[in-house]
């Protein structure tokens, strides 16, 4: 047993660093990754990731539209990293009115919710490789059935290209690590055009997703942006303590 003991100690204090330092990274990646966003040139720095949050966005309010009865027509993402899922229903989605809010609120909070559940595969490896393959596979299918933007076309396939690539090739470490990243990206998303959380209107597009929400549902548009953007920390920093829970 003290054999045990001391053989077991040394490989505990040796990995434990790394755990916490991999952490503070995911903490120091999300909150750069927030601020960059509200900045003018952020868009462009973080450009994989603006497209990748803005494809999250649209997929889940033309998922939840699917789900809820409706028809996912299309999804458009262009050169600036804006996008537009294009759905319909007849007769209206299931469950009316909060059917309705559901799809819109699905856009901020179907990429958080998304992204917990890919940090929560990195506790297992096999998972996170799988989950790295449904990704990426996913990316390059959704291309095939819903995009229909030239640029999308190529951008959204090539995201899951390297996805994919990463989950066949690269090390265990890279697996893990970027699995969590792209969680991270994912939960933080919500962020990524945090004025339209809180803007009634959306240009030519109409009303913004909070506006949509207060059209179907109580209160003002502001209080839906400032409880989805409460709720997108909330997930993530819930999700990353789990990730990092003690075994």
Excluded at 17 to 28: A, E
């Amino acid at each position: 047993m003290r054999e045990h003991r001391k053989d077991f100690e040394p490989i505990f204090t040796k990995e434990a660093p790394l755990d916490r330092m991999g952490f503070t990274w995911l903490i120091v990646a999300a909150i750069a990754t927030i601020v960059l966003w509200q900045l003018p040139a952020g868009d462009y720095i973080l450009y994989p990731f603006s497209i990748l949050a803005t494809w999250f966005h649209e997929m889940g309010h033309g998922l939840m539209a699917l789900l809820l009865g409706g028809n996912f027509q299309q999804l458009q993402i262009f050169p600036d990293g804006s996008g537009v899922a294009t759905y319909s229903y007849s007769g209206g989605f299931l469950l009316g009115p909060l059917g309705r809010a559901l799809v819109a609120a699905a856009g901020p909070m179907g990429p958080p919710i998304a992204g917990a559940a890919l940090i929560l595969a990195s506790r297992n490896f096999n998972t996170t490789t799988w989950i790295l393959k449904i990704l990426g596979g996913f990316l390059m299918l959704s291309a095939l059935i819903w995009v229909r933007s030239p640029f999308g076309l190529v951008a959204i396939p090539l995201l899951g290209f390297v996805i994919l690539g990463v989950s066949l090739k690269a090390p265990r470490w890279v697996q893990e690590f970027s699995i969590q990243f792209l969680g991270v990206q994912a939960c933080v998303s919500t962020y990524h055009q945090l004025n339209y959380l809180f803007s009634y209107g959306a240009g030519y597009l109409g009303l913004s997703d909070t506006a949509q929400i207060q059209q179907e549902l109580f209160l003002p548009y502001w209080f839906w942006g400032a409880l989805m953007a409460i709720a997108s920390l909330v997930i993530l920093v819930q999700s990353l303590r789990i990730a990092y829970r003690p075994t």
